[in-house]
């Protein structure tokens, strides 16, 4: 009994601290991250900048980046390599290297890919010098890709998204250290049809922020988010988009029936080395997804 009542209490000190770490954090940085992911997250930059060799340009798209949060970079490669990307995927999700990302009630609504950067060595060619320019100039040092990371979204009734959280399309902004960019690419044609990834620009996620709305699905309703503000990656399939998402509130819009959406996503944190020019080189380092690592325990 006395070892219930310990354990309760544990519990309960460690949601009084994450607690006062986000509330402080709101203050002190105006996210919703805490004051340690931004501390940290801080840190690293100015750690990698210090060491590092790299001289800054700063181009609209870093300065959009920055100060939006987001930067929408149209088709980044050619209907050849897609298309090979995605029938490799395509195979790969058929077969023993498949897994339920999200999954309710027996039924499964979005899919994954083990080890995928092993699987598709393509998906290294994708990083293009373009955007490679662009996160390091946002940085100010070099970068590096953390996780790589592939899935399909499948569609859901409206019941059972009333019921649960699918597929991360309830507004939030990811818990994360806030030296992290996200490089998301459509695999497949995306439309409104589709569930677009949705994004709120960095201002007007802070404007909610400070009227204290948080990042899960309860304290961050639908009706408070101004949809003429709102950014959707819709395009062909290539199409791609960088995000900050530890201060920019997004979700994934949801899915008509009989439609499928792909997307790939990118994991830049910065470093004090240069990543190599070829992706054989540093696709070697890129670490497991933390879905995947759930998966396996």
């Given at each position: 009994?006395?070892?219930i009542?310990?354990?309760?209490?544990?519990?309960?000190?460690?949601?009084?601290?994450?607690?006062?770490?986000?509330?402080?954090?709101?203050?002190?940085?105006?996210?919703?991250?805490?004051?340690?992911?931004?501390?940290?997250g801080?840190t690293?930059?100015?750690?990698a900048?210090?060491?590092?060799?790299?001289?800054?340009?700063?181009?609209s798209?870093?300065?959009?980046?920055?100060?939006?949060?987001?930067?929408?970079?149209?088709?980044?490669?050619?209907?050849?390599?897609?298309?090979?990307?995605?029938?490799?995927?395509?195979?790969?999700?058929?077969?023993?290297?498949?897994?339920?990302?999200?999954?309710?009630?027996?039924?499964?609504?979005?899919?994954?890919?083990?080890?995928?950067?092993?699987?598709?060595?393509?998906?290294?060619?994708?990083?293009?010098?373009?955007?490679?320019?662009?996160?390091?100039?946002?940085?100010?040092?070099?970068?590096?890709?953390?996780?790589?990371?592939?899935?399909?979204?499948?569609?859901a009734?409206?019941?059972?998204?009333?019921?649960?959280?699918?597929?991360?399309?309830?507004?939030?902004?990811?818990?994360?250290l806030?030296?992290?960019?996200k490089?998301?690419?459509?695999?497949?044609?995306?439309?409104?049809?589709?569930?677009?990834?949705?994004?709120?620009?960095?201002?007007?996620?802070?404007?909610?922020?400070?009227?204290?709305?948080?990042?899960?699905?309860?304290?961050?309703?639908?009706?408070?988010?101004?949809?003429?503000?709102?950014?959707?990656?819709?395009?062909?399939?290539g199409?791609?988009?960088?995000?900050?998402?530890?201060?920019?509130?997004h979700?994934?819009?949801?899915?008509?029936?009989?439609?499928?959406?792909?997307?790939?996503?990118?994991?830049?944190?910065?470093?004090?080395?240069?990543?190599?020019?070829?992706?054989?080189?540093?696709?070697?380092?890129?670490?497991?997804?933390?879905?995947?690592?759930?998966?396996?325990?």
């Amino acid at each position: 009994m006395s070892l219930i009542k310990d354990g309760a209490n544990y519990v309960r000190n460690i949601e009084q601290v994450d607690a006062a770490d986000k509330k402080i954090g709101r203050r002190l940085f105006n996210n919703t991250n805490g004051v340690i992911n931004n501390t940290v997250g801080r840190t690293k930059i100015a750690k990698a900048r210090l060491l590092s060799d790299y001289k800054t340009n700063t181009s609209s798209q870093v300065r959009q980046l920055r100060s939006e949060g987001y930067v929408s970079l149209g088709k980044i490669a050619d209907d050849e390599k897609i298309s090979s990307i995605q029938q490799q995927y395509d195979e790969l999700l058929d077969s023993e290297h498949s897994y339920a990302l999200r999954e309710y009630d027996g039924d499964v609504y979005s899919r994954s890919v083990t080890k995928i950067h092993q699987r598709i060595p393509e998906l290294g060619d994708l990083l293009t010098d373009e955007i490679k320019d662009i996160v390091r100039d946002y940085y100010g040092s070099y970068t590096s890709v953390k996780t790589l990371h592939a899935w399909r979204n499948y569609h859901a009734s409206q019941e059972v998204l009333e019921e649960t959280e699918i597929y991360s399309d309830s507004w939030h902004c990811d818990g994360i250290l806030t030296d992290v960019v996200k490089l998301f690419i459509n695999l497949s044609d995306v439309t409104e049809e589709t569930g677009p990834f949705h994004v709120l620009p960095r201002d007007k996620s802070r404007e909610l922020i400070d009227q204290g709305y948080e990042r899960n699905r309860e304290e961050m309703p639908d009706e408070v988010v101004d949809e003429e503000h709102v950014k959707r990656a819709i395009g062909p399939a290539g199409t791609a988009m960088l995000c900050t998402t530890w201060n920019c509130f997004h979700r994934a819009g949801h899915i008509a029936e009989g439609n499928t959406r792909d997307m790939i996503q990118f994991q830049f944190v910065p470093s004090s080395g240069p990543l190599s020019d070829d992706p054989a080189e540093w696709l070697k380092d890129v670490q497991i997804h933390p879905g995947e690592r759930r998966r396996s325990q």
